[in-house]
């Protein structure tokens, strides 16, 4: 039972749609971090001045102590308090929203290159058949004879 193990688990990790899912998942971690930076770093400050100088990842909510003011989420982490992190939950939603709209890009052009080699494939097989203008069935182009109604062709 046990005696192709070793060569299954190397023949599946090979297989081609296990690396590339790897990939995948490696350049999409990557791609996390740039769109978290981007998130923290370029969205949010212009946004929380225009708000007022707020600073997004600060805003939270102090369940216990209730009532108890801290001045910064740090600082109430280190005293223990129970938070509600609302302004880093707002961060990670725009973070999401920006990375759905990136994948939507990307399969959009992905779709949009797919149906443009289908087009050029289906215009070149066009190309390479006519009808017969005995029985109307599509033969190839430089027949002599149609395959199915056995007529002859000029």
């Avoid at 399969?107 to 190309?127: F, G, L, P, Q, S």
Wanted: charged share 20%; hydrophobic share 45%; proline share 4%.
């Amino acid at each position: 039972m046990f005696k192709n193990l070793g060569k299954e688990l190397r023949d599946f990790i090979l297989r081609g749609n296990v690396m590339d899912m790897a990939v995948g998942i490696i350049i999409g971690a990557a791609f996390g971090k740039i769109v978290d930076s981007l998130v923290k770093d370029i969205i949010m400050p212009p946004i929380g001045f225009v708000l007022g100088k707020v600073d997004f990842s600060n805003l939270y909510f102090t369940l216990y102590p209730l009532g108890e003011k801290y001045d910064s989420l740090d600082a109430a982490a280190k005293a223990g308090a129970v938070t509600i992190n609302y302004g880093l939950f707002v961060n990670t939603v725009i973070s999401f929203l920006i990375v759905a709209c990136a994948i939507f890009a990307l399969i959009k052009i992905v779709n949009t290159i797919k149906d443009t080699a289908c087009k050029e494939e289906k215009a070149e097989e066009a190309a390479a058949e006519k009808e017969c203008p005995f029985c109307c069935t599509q033969i190839p182009i430089n027949a002599k004879k149609c395959p199915h109604c056995t007529s002859e062709l000029g």
